[in-house]
């Protein structure tokens, strides 16, 4: 069964810290997304990629970076965490393909930076 | 730049049909998405469509018409279980070419 999984699902960090998220496909999938969750807003696009050591800016990526170094592997990272990072951010993966795009979806991890 | 419009809320009653409709605007286009997501989990693929047109699965269809930049999720034979969040996504064809969400639509299902 296809797996997208996140590290943690609920993460409390201070303001200033330096966040890690990480996320992990088992479905060989060539395509990771980052997206952050907040009410109202719907999901919004923080960073992809679409190959290893590959990574494209979202429509909002200030504030994170990311790092891919395995093909599985999708980590987030936010380097000064500040308060209005506090969200929902959901990890995803698809295949290699531009027809039928269908995404995979981690459980989500709810950032609070205090 | 690119922009998808869907209301913000509908409400229908159990065993009815609803409508959740979706405007798009992008620089290229590949295909309109649909995706569920019931409050607390993560959104799940419903549907894609990448030719106008109708496809259905189950109680569940989606239409597309690209010469309108339009799109539609129709549910039928509406259950308690279909209360959640429908987003509409596309991938425009580009430089970029990312996967972008409309901000959802929150079905409420009356008994």
């Known amino acids: 069964d296809v797996k997208v999984t996140q590290s943690s699902r609920y993460l409390v960090k201070r303001t200033g810290e330096k966040v890690f998220l990480e996320c992990v496909q088992d479905?060989?999938?060539?395509?990771m997304f980052w997206y952050r969750q907040d009410p109202g807003l719907g999901l919004r696009l923080i960073y992809f990629s679409y190959d290893v050591k590959m990574k494209e800016k979202g429509d909002i990526p200030e504030g994170y970076s990311v790092s891919r170094e395995k093909k599985e592997r999708f980590s987030l990272i936010l380097e000064s965490a500040s308060t209005n990072q506090t969200s929902m951010y959901l990890c995803a993966s698809s295949s290699n393909t531009k027809v039928g795009e269908k995404l995979f979806f981690g459980s989500g991890t709810q950032l609070s930076v205090l | 730049g690119q922009s998808l419009e869907q209301p913000s809320e509908v409400t229908a009653v159990e065993g009815a049909i609803v409508q959740i409709n979706c405007t798009y605007q992008t620089s290229g286009f590949y295909g309109l998405s649909w995706y569920q997501q019931h409050d607390g989990g993560a959104p799940t693929f419903l549907s894609y469509n990448a030719l106008d047109g109708l496809e259905e699965t189950g109680r569940f269809s989606s239409f597309l018409s690209r010469s309108d930049s339009y799109g539609y999720l129709l549910l039928q034979e509406l259950q308690m279980k279909d209360s959640a969040s429908y987003f509409c996504a596309v991938r425009a064809a580009g430089r970029d070419d990312k996967i972008i969400f409309g901000k959802g639509t929150r079905l409420h299902i009356l008994p």
């Open positions: 479905m060989d999938h060539e395509n």
